[in-house]
Nanobody, 125 residues
C-alpha cells in the first residue's frame, strides 16, 4: 500500500522560509518522478516543482529562484525549501509520485497519484 506523508507547513510572515518534507513508502517503482503541488479553496491543484530520481529538477515560473526541490540519498524523502515566501504562496501543499521515471513532459495532476493529506502553508504580513 502506497503511503504519502507531507509535513513542515506552518504560518510565516512575508519573506520568510519553510521547508516541506515528503515521505513516500510502498511504491512499486524504484525510480520515479515526484512532484510538489499546491491548492487553494475553489481552485485546481497546480504543480510547483518536480524532481526525477536522478535529481533533475523543474519549477514553475512563479517559484523559480525562491523554491528548491531536493531528495535525500536514499530517495525516500523529498524536500521543498521555500524562501522569500509571498502571500500568494499560501495553499495546501501536496507531494505525489508519478508512474513516469522522468518528469519531462508529464507535469499534470493526472500524471501523479497516491495523494497524501497535504500540509498547510500560510504567508501573511
Amino acid at each position: 500500500q502506497v503511503q504519502v506523508a507531507e509535513s513542515g507547513g506552518g504560518s510565516v510572515q512575508i519573506g520568510g522560509s519553510l521547508t516541506l518534507s515528503c515521505v513516500i513508502s510502498g511504491y512499486k517503482f524504484s525510480e520515479y518522478c515526484v512532484g510538489w503541488f499546491r491548492q487553494t479553496p475553489g481552485k485546481e491543484r497546480q504543480g510547483v516543482a518536480y524532481i526525477d530520481s536522478d535529481g533533475e529538477t523543474t519549477y514553475v515560473e512563479s517559484v523559480k529562484g525562491r523554491f528548491t526541490i531536493s531528495q535525500d540519498n536514499t530517495k525516500t524523502t523529498r524536500y521543498l525549501q521555500m524562501d522569500n515566501l509571498k502571500p500568494e504562496d499560501s495553499a495546501l501543499y501536496y507531494c505525489a509520485p508519478s508512474a513516469w521515471t522522468f518528469c519531462a513532459g508529464h507535469y499534470g495532476v493526472d500524471d501523479f497519484g497516491h495523494w497524501g493529506q497535504g500540509t498547510q502553508v500560510t504567508v501573511s504580513s
